[in-house]
Nanobody, 126 residues
Framework: QVQLVESGGGSVQAGGSLRLSCAASGRANLNYAMGWFRQAPGKEREFVAGAVSTWRGGRTYYADSVKGRFTISRDNAKNTVYLQMNSLKPDDTAVYYC?????????????????WGQGTQVTVSS
């Protein structure tokens, strides 16, 4: 079993920054693909960013809505994944979830991910 715990959420004004952390424990494997998703009230959960493990170190991918503003990174020594969010907009307001995919497929589809954290709230005010 894998446990994921997110932290770093909060309230910020538009244009500000936040860094989310996701600490993995249990049977978390460095070769898992990791992803960040978000869900706003009344909306479906949507993909934000992902990181796949490769023999060259890794590959990252982003939703178009956050490309150039958000950066996903992983510290394998700490078994932690981060999401640096810059130039935040009110539309970024949502609960953000960390997820792990043991198959390391690297897809934006939530059903691909077997393990999920409890989520952390991010609120961006205008």
């Amino acid at each position: 079993q894998v446990q994921l715990v997110e932290s770093g959420g909060g309230s910020v004004q538009a244009g500000g920054s936040l860094r989310l952390s996701c600490a993995a424990s249990g049977r978390a494997n460095l070769n898992y693909a990791m992803g960040w998703f978000r869900q706003a009230p009344g909306k479906e959960r949507e993909f934000v960013a992902g990181a796949v493990s490769t023999w060259r170190g890794g590959r990252t991918y982003y939703a178009d809505s956050v490309k150039g503003r958000f950066t996903i990174s992983r510290d394998n020594a700490k078994n932690t994944v981060y999401l640096q969010m810059n130039s935040l907009k009110p539309d970024d307001t949502a609960v953000y979830y960390c997820a792990a995919d043991p198959s390391n497929m690297g897809t934006p589809t939530p059903s691909t991910y077997a393990y999920w954290g409890q989520g952390t709230q991010v609120t961006v005010s205008s």
